[in-house]
């Protein structure tokens, strides 16, 4: 076989066999595939799209170029994790986990880095200072042992492949493929020894899937290959035409988090709805283990963890078993009001001026490596349907710019009022 002949092949739309697959994985791992040709294997893939079977292929691909985590020596405890295709302002990493952990069950998340305009769960974390994200097998089990949960990156030998070929989509143009995006979460998530898992896949503007259709199909290729492959695997499709929550931002979305593990801002329709989301997520998992006998059963039990404290405990536990240090809410940067120049009805929230904002400001990556500044982002005021009225805040934008006229002016724009009365969005779809 020869890399170009493989390349031709995909580009012109005819479907790679098994052996194929992983002779172009294989080759990635050892170097005889070189970064530059898997960037046009990817390119190949997002354009031409894969066969279910290709895709579960290139899924058990990436996971044997790597190693399983073992399981407990008991192994008595359900071991469940959740994934979401990621948007503005989704934070639900950061509460479910220890959400879960303290409702019995144990939480080993291998997580990820910005990719596109999604802020990424370890950039946020590692707002908090000292806190760790890339622990040994062995650091990680310690973790899971004493909280219950651990957050972490892919290590070099979980699903190689997956992580090398992850940064190269960031910056190639080639996030949004179904195929890939089920192969590199599954492969991930397979390599942690799952009881359980439940994905959340966003649809709207600030998702990879645009339309409800698109949604569709990457949740039924995620159920099919993930329950085939022996993982039971639930899917929940909500809306992304708005950030989830206020804040958009490494350090102000842990803050929002830990608002949410304290049960605080319930009554805020914005915090509501990142707890709602969450809760739900959570629930689905609880009842595929058995841990609860059905949703109102897990419901209950979640709802108890948060206003109990129990939830918030665990999150602490893991914050200091991976070296963090909690001391009070992350500090962000100075704030500028953006206020609406007419009375109306929000509209249209321009999720893609939105997050692009973000990374202009350093809160995410235009290119492989570069650094992130925690304490930039956007607070939203608003919401889709909310009537407003002229002069009011809209958002508050977080910079160290001492004269963000141009930010202000393309976020103002970014937030479209009508005259006329609009209905709210529905968050799960």
């Known amino acids: 076989m020869l890399t170009a002949n ?36 990817a390119m190949a893939v997002c354009l031409q799209g894969m066969t279910a079977g290709e895709t579960a292929a290139l899924t058990r691909a990436m996971l044997r170029s790597g190693d399983v985590l073992p399981r407990d020596v008991s192994g008595q405890t359900p071991r469940v994790d959740k994934h979401s295709t990621g948007g503005l302002g989704d934070k639900v990493s950061l509460i479910l986990a220890p959400l879960l952990a303290a409702c019995d069950v144990h939480v080993p998340m291998i997580s990820g880095r910005g990719l596109g305009l999604t802020g990424g769960t370890l950039d946020k974390l590692e707002a908090i200072p000292g806190f760790r994200t890339n622990l040994s097998e062995s650091e990680s089990a310690d973790v899971l042992r004493q909280a219950g949960a651990f957050i972490v990156s892919a290590s070099e030998r979980i699903a190689p492949a997956d992580r090398r070929l992850y940064a190269l989509r960031d910056v190639t143009g080639t996030v949004e493929s179904i195929p890939l995006i089920t192969a590199s979460i599954l492969s991930k998530k397979l390599a942690a020894s799952l009881d359980a898992l439940v994905m959340d896949v966003k649809v709207g503007g600030a998702a990879f899937m645009k339309t409800l259709e698109d949604a569709r199909a990457l949740a039924d290729s995620i159920e099919q290959v993930g329950n085939a492959a022996g993982l039971p695997t639930t899917v929940l499709i909500s809306d992304m035409d708005q950030p989830l929550g206020k804040a958009v931002g490494n350090a102000i979305e842990v803050n929002e988090a ?12 914005a915090i509501g709805a990142v707890r709602e ?13 058995s841990v609860a006998a059905d949703r109102q059963d897990a419901l209950t039990r979640l709802n108890q963890a948060l206003d109990d404290g129990s939830a918030m405990e665990r999150f602490l536990a893991m914050v200091a078993a991976q070296g963090g240090h909690w001391t009070g809410d992350l500090t962000a940067a100075p704030g500028w009001a953006v206020d609406s120049r007419h009375d109306g009805y929000v509209q249209h929230l321009d999720c893609q001026q939105i997050g692009s904002t973000v990374i202009s400001l350093g809160g995410g990556r235009r290119l492989l490596g570069d650094p992130i500044d925690p304490t930039v982002g956007i607070t939203m005021q608003v919401r889709i349907g909310d ?21 202000v ?3 103002r724009d970014a937030v479209v009022i009508s005259e006329a009365p609009v209905a709210a969005r529905p968050l799960i779809f």
């Open 6 to 41: 493989l390349l031709a092949k995909k580009r012109d739309g005819e479907p790679l066999g098994e052996e194929e697959i992983r002779f172009l994985i294989d080759g990635f791992c050892n170097g005889n595939v070189a970064d530059y040709q898997m960037s046009a294997f």
């Open 258 to 269: 830990v608002a949410v593990l304290k049960g605080e801002q319930r009554s805020d329709p």
């Open 277 to 289: 989301l969450t809760l739900e997520l959570s629930a689905r998992v609880l009842v595929a283990v």
């Open 387 to 407: 009537r407003v009225q002229r002069g009011q805040t809209l958002l508050h934008l977080h910079c160290h710019d001492d004269q963000p006229t141009e930010y």
């Open 409 to 411: 002016k393309r976020l």
